[in-house]
């Protein structure tokens, strides 16, 4: 597949135009057999293998994308692929730092019961990922695109432009309907609330 | 004053203030709806806050399982293809390396030569009976000549009467290329689009000639994103090539 032809900005502006572009963007990034080999090839220097490449590779798309929708003035000055490989770079050394934690802590008697701790954090952390993909799946699909454009620091106006509602106050609404079936939602689930409240 | 459940965020940022907020916590004391909804606001924005990721993640387990399956699909369709077709894959990889690095290095001219130095290092020459009851040796000498002359037509003509000989897959492969490269510069756009058809179907990993298909029948968006998988590849090539 290609290698990226378009520029930082484009690739920004498109994250940011709506959910059909955002994912034109990923599958060229997940297509960019460059970018991918560059980022495995630095992962496999640096103590690990294949798969952690890969999940790198896909890390760092989706921290492009949550930047780039979260952070409307963001900008990058760099190609894609440098700017990608540093993301990866960052997120692979924190990786290591964890992987470092998990594997001294054992030994050292002091700090077995933050070890314990920490893997009692990570099993929730994970199962809380797992709550959250469920409950996301019953959020009707246009709820999802007001409300991601809302937590992504979008004012109303923009929200009703991007979407195309008649007026700002057709979002707003919009908006606070969502809202209200997702309260009502965590209301009758109780379980679901203590399951995914903050670590 | 009526209380709204947009509030909710102001009231927990604390952004609430003056008559607003003595009205909204006046409601927050007898609407159990409302406090819940309250209670509720920091796991719904946990749960807000994840949207963007997990769409993100979906479109990327959705891209690369579509990967997979191509990848997967172009295996078995080579592993399950005629020994023919499965021979004929160095004389593709030769083709388009040569291709990539002459095409990348010197240009378009270039590129009508590079298809007849394709065919006169992998190519066999073909004998075919001439007129007159003898054969004809350089068939294949001829066929590059009127080629690298220009004489697009005489070529085409010339590598029509050894085509439909009982080839082997990997020799025909190269012969029907070069003809729909003549064709091409000939100004035959229709049959050099027939033509490139053709070999697509035969041989499917050809993106170059793939290119001139989807361009020669007028899927321009279609050729262009061919096009780039071909700078790719060719970039790539040149460097696998450099090393």
Known sequence: MPEMTIDAQKLLDRIRAGEKERSAVITQLVNDRILKEKIESYIKKNQGDTNDGTTIFHDAIVTLVKTAFNKKDYVISSHPHAYLLGVAKNLWMNELRKRAKRETSPIEYADQETSEEDGLALTMKGDRSRIISAVLGQIARNCKEVLMLWAGGYQMREIAEKLNYNSEGMARKKKSNCMKELYKYLDNNPHIVERIRPI | ?243
Not at chain 2, 107 to 135: C, F, N, R
């Open chain 2, 1 to 243: 004053m009526t209380v709204h459940y947009d509030q909710i965020d102001d009231y927990v940022t604390g952004r609430l203030a003056g008559a607003e907020l003595i009205a909204f916590e006046k409601a927050l004391s007898t609407d159990a709806e409302l406090k819940s909804a309250v209670d509720n606001h920091p796991a719904a924005l946990l749960i807000i806050d994840s949207l963007i990721e997990e769409e993100a993640r979906k479109a990327i387990a959705t891209a690369a399982q579509q990967k997979n399956n191509i990848q997967k699909e172009n295996t078995s369709s080579l592993s399950h293809s005629p020994s023919a077709v499965r021979r004929i894959m160095p004389w593709v990889a030769a083709a388009s390396t040569i291709g990539a690095v002459i095409l990348w290095s010197l240009g378009l001219y270039q590129h009508q030569q590079m298809e007849s130095q394709i065919l006169a290092t992998y190519a066999p020459d073909i004998k075919i009976s001439t007129e007159k009851g003898g054969t004809q040796t350089s068939t294949k000498d001829s066929i590059i000549h009127f080629y690298q002359t220009h004489r697009h037509h005489a070529a085409v003509t010339r590598i029509d009467q050894i085509i439909d000989n009982d080839l082997k897959m990997e020799d025909r492969y190269l012969y029907e290329r070069l003809r729909m490269y003549a064709l091409f510069y000939d100004g035959n756009y229709e049959e050099a689009a027939k033509q490139a058809e053709q070999i697509t179907a035969m041989v499917p990993e050809d993106i170059e000639i793939k290119y001139y298909a989807l361009l020669l029948s007028g899927q321009k968006a279609k050729a262009q994103r061919v096009l780039r998988d071909i700078n790719a590849t060719r970039a790539a090539q040149i460097r696998h090539f450099l090393e």
